[in-house]
């Protein structure tokens, strides 16, 4: 049998060569390449690199307002030799404060006691050990002024009622209802944020797709307005309170298409 002969016989009997050799398989034509699925284009690739496309950026709010209450920072504090009569001392010369900051029209729901204290005070000398010479007592208070424009008289009733024991350690100018004020400096943030990822989307030449998710960085930062106790020597009382300002920050990320 020729060589032409066999491989004609082969192809009849579905690939198996019959003779005096082995018997030899020829693969069938693209079998298994029939179970793969088919490569993808250019077009299926780009388009699933640009559905996974996105852009994180951070965005930066900030907001003021005037502020509408003061809150004012008062101790009082008497030295005597034994500790009740500083006890005695001190709660004399508070009286006389919560009843000053009454008359100046302040609720009692607006003042609360902060701290109180007692403490033995030393005299220290270079030759010999401390030497016990009598006690402090004091007491702070928290006073919330919801009238600003009475900031002054109330500084000015306190001292003169509780006089050399009075001290005025501050006053903290700020809003009474942060929230509102809050909400504009997020919008602010958001804001900032998109404006970002806009530029980044042209940049890149893109286009800026649905919002994946925002987080707020921190809880946002309130910074009131303080002026110090040594504002108020001699006279001085703050007639500028300023403006109150929020600030928050936020991370957004943006789909690009």
Do not use: C, W
């Not at 965005?59 to 101790?75: F, I, K, Q």
């Amino acid at each position: 049998m020729s060589v032409r002969t066999a491989l004609t016989a082969a192809a009849l009997t579905g690939g198996l060569l019959v003779g005096a050799a082995a018997p030899v398989l020829v693969a069938a034509p693209a079998a298994a390449a029939s179970l793969s699925a088919p490569p993808a284009s250019s077009h299926e690739i780009a388009d699933r690199d640009r559905e996974a496309t996105t852009v994180s950026v951070n965005g930066e709010g900030r907001a003021t307002a005037a502020p509408d209450m003061a809150v004012l920072a008062v101790a009082v504090e008497a030295t005597e030799p034994t500790a009740k009569r500083a006890l005695a001392a001190q709660s004399v010369a508070a009286e006389a404060v919560l009843a000053a900051v009454r008359r100046q029209g302040i609720a009692d729901r607006d003042v609360q006691t902060e701290s109180l204290s007692l403490n033995p005070v030393y005299q220290h000398t270079d030759r010999a050990a401390s030497k016990l010479t009598g006690y402090q007592a004091g007491q702070a208070f928290s006073v919330r002024i919801r009238d600003l424009a009475r900031t002054g008289a109330v500084v000015e009733a306190v001292t003169a009622a509780a006089g050399d024991a009075a001290r005025i350690n501050g006053v903290t100018f700020d809003v009474a209802d942060p929230s509102a004020l809050r909400a504009r400096a997020r919008e602010a943030a958001h804001a900032d944020a998109r404006t970002k990822a806009e530029q980044y989307a042209r940049l890149s030449g893109r286009g800026l797709g649905r919002l994946v998710s925002v987080t707020e960085t921190g809880s946002g930062t309130h910074r009131p307005v303080e002026v110090p106790g040594a504002a108020f020597e001699a006279g001085k009382v703050p007639v500028a309170p300023g403006e109150i300002r929020d600030e928050v920050a936020v991370t957004a990320v943006y789909e690009l298409y």
